[in-house]
């Protein structure tokens, strides 16, 4: 039976040097890959107190044991280090290829620390290792970079790189790669560009072996059989036919929808930009990461109109809600275009969409003029959003001032912006309304990452019925444990590292044997990989907790505690989070500044 390892990469970029690590059995049994790992590798090895964007701040690129194996949907990779936007732990994933190439490269895992002298990328080929000169591709597009540097190493290789966003060092900065996939949320693209660290080009032919090969194909098996069974994850299910942006009709239906800077829940104008709409127009073909059945990828063409000739992939739900709903858009050219500029800039799309939003919100109600902004930046204006974002992505003019998001955006501003602010812990909020989903409110509150759908996706029980339905307006401790369940399961599978999106059709039990057969563990079990996620979710909490987080972070925008939300499902509706969050610090055994008691460390290993 094959043994397994995990080989980590460590690069100083200061010394110019590297050095390999075999990872002990024990921690990889603790931590699994992905966000765990790089979770405990934070906590272990950065003091607190370390500025984000300075060499002493540690970044992670990990697999998990999943990665490029033939289970499915096992093509992701995390980012783990300390958020420029939010200034505690955060993990961020993107999908496609370039995970399973680095693994077939002879690495799982590259921890990075220091700062280049000069722009550099890290070449790595068949195990061997190279800092290369990036100067010429410094202030280069993405897709300028990718194909430059495929151009110097092997057209085959797989690049991660940064874009312009990232080199500035905006707090909304994202990780690209394959030029169409982002590691998005929290900022990581700073931190590369903190480090002079312009690329990750990775390319390989090793075979990833498991320890039991019959057994992981029986699993593989079930596991495709589930997969081909749900509404969600079928071939023509709700992901397949109409991507991530099947949710648009659905959320509005629901009034969840978060329209002109979450004012409302109901956007006159969803059908049209809804995935039902993409697929009769600008829909090209659809589009999968590694061994993944589902292709809820959209690679999309604009044919008419004034975004004509616009094409590129990932129009995703999130982006076209960032720029539609949120921005009061209703041209789905327009929201391509802009989708295509994130990608290019390298920008998560979610907070800039969110943080246009919030500007035009500020122009409606008189707080910035016109002609502060630079702009006619008003809801509807597709133009003025194109405009800006490019402002943003180049730290131009009022660009600037939103270039960090809504958080450090309204602390420029001041005059009382800081209330339509909609973030988490310095996170912009995705697109549902938690006034309508009281489980997802509460997942926001306590993200270890700030404002996150996908730490603890309730929205799959409370609106989408999966794995049973749960009523969206329920608080009690019943809607509390569900929230813990999600975020637990979530942290879990982070770490083995799949997508998430297999747990429409997949449950603990699949991911144990999998994850079993892989790597010979003896006795790996359901109960056992629940608890890891327990333990990672834990563990987030005590560096968040080291560098001042409490009670004070776990919270939401004034807006959702305060306004009742004005139509649709949710009309009256505010979100009611200090009594569930009461709750969840009880049930998880956190004090009551949300911080784990020593009990509840002591149970999970941390003690
Ligand atoms: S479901 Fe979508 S995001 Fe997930 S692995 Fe498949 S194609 Fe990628």
Not at 223 to 234: H, L, N, W
Not at 311 to 334: H, I, M, P, R
Request: net charge negative; aromatic share 8%; proline share 3%.
């Amino acid at each position: 039976m094959k043994k397994y390892d995990m080989k980590i990469l460590k690069v100083d970029l200061t010394a110019c040097g590297y050095e390999t690590q075999l990872l002990d059995e024990r921690t990889a049994r603790g931590y699994l890959g992905g966000r765990g790992l790089g979770t405990k590798i934070l906590y272990d090895e950065q003091p607190a107190g370390v500025d984000p964007l300075s060499p002493e701040n540690i970044i992670v690129f990990a697999t998990g044991p999943l990665t490029g194996t033939r289970t499915p949907s096992s093509g992701r990779h995390f980012v783990v280090s300390k958020s420029p936007a939010t200034g505690g732990i955060t993990f961020t994933s993107s999908g496609g290829t370039w995970s399973a190439e680095l693994r077939k490269a002879g690495y799982d895992a590259i921890v990075v620390k220091g700062t280049a002298e000069r722009p550099v990328y890290l070449w790595i080929e068949d195990g061997d290792v190279e800092l290369r000169d990036a100067g010429s591709f410094w202030g280069k597009l993405v897709s300028e970079t990718d194909e430059g540097i495929r151009k110097e190493t092997h057209n085959e290789a797989k690049v991660l790189c940064i874009g312009p966003a990232g080199e500035k060092r905006l707090s909304i900065a994202a990780i690209m790669n394959e030029k169409y996939r982002a590691a998005g949320r929290t900022g990581l693209g700073a931190v590369m560009g903190s480090k002079n660290l312009k690329a990750i080009a990775v390319k390989g032919e090793k075979n990833i072996e498991v320890a039991d090969g019959i057994g992981l194909s029986r699993a593989v098996n079930k596991a495709m059989k589930k997969i081909s069974e749900s509404g969600v994850t079928k071939e023509d299910g709700g992901l397949n036919a109409y991507g991530t942006a099947v949710l648009t009709n659905i959320m509005n239906a629901s009034g969840i929808y978060p329209t002109k800077n979450f004012q409302t829940g109901t956007f006159s104008d969803a059908e049209n930009i809804s995935g039902e709409r993409m697929a009769e127009t600008i829909l090209k073909e659809k589009t999968a990461c590694y061994e993944c059945p589902i292709e809820c990828g959209r690679w999309v063409d604009v044919k008419s109109g004034k975004y004509s000739g616009v094409k590129g992939e990932s129009l995703e739900y999130e982006t076209s809600w960032a720029f539609g709903g949120q921005c009061g858009v209703n041209d789905l050219g327009a929201l391509a275009k802009a989708n295509y500029l994130c990608n290019e800039y390298g920008l998560d799309t979610i907070s800039t969409g969110s943080t246009i939003g919030f500007a035009m919100e500020l122009v409606d109600r008189g707080i910035i003029s016109k002609d502060e902004a630079g702009l006619d930046l008003v809801f509807g204006n597709d133009e003025a959003m194109i405009k800006m974002i490019e402002m943003m992505g180049r730290r131009e003019g009022f660009g600037a001032i939103l270039a960090d998001g809504t958080r450090a955006a309204s602390k420029r501003i001041g005059r009382g912006s800081e209330y339509y602010a909609m973030q988490v812990k310095g996170l912009e909020l995705p697109a549902y309304d938690p006034r309508g989903a009281f489980g997802l409110g509460l997942n926001f509150a306590t993200a270890n990452r700030g404002g996150c759908h996908v730490s603890g996706y309730t929205i799959a029980a409370e609106i989408l019925g999966v794995p049973l339905k749960a009523d969206p307006f329920d608080s009690t401790e019943k809607k509390v444990d569900l929230t813990i369940l999600f975020q637990n399961l979530t942290a879990s599978v982070d770490s083995s590292v799949n997508c998430l999106f297999l747990t429409f059709a997949l449950g603990a039990d699949d991911y144990a044997d999998m994850i079993r057969y892989v790597t010979g563990w003896q006795n790996y079990s359901s109960e056992e990989f629940l608890a890891t996620g327990e333990r990672i979710f834990a563990l987030e909490r005590l560096f968040n907790k080291r560098e001042g987080f409490g009670r004070k972070d776990d919270t939401l925008p004034q807006r959702l505690l305060k306004e009742p939300m004005p139509e649709g499902a949710p009309k009256g509706k505010s979100h009611p989070l200090e009594g569930m969050l009461d709750r969840y610090y009880v049930r998880r055994g956190y004090d009551t500044e949300g911080h784990p008691e020593q009990e509840t460390l002591k149970r999970l290993g941390l003690a």
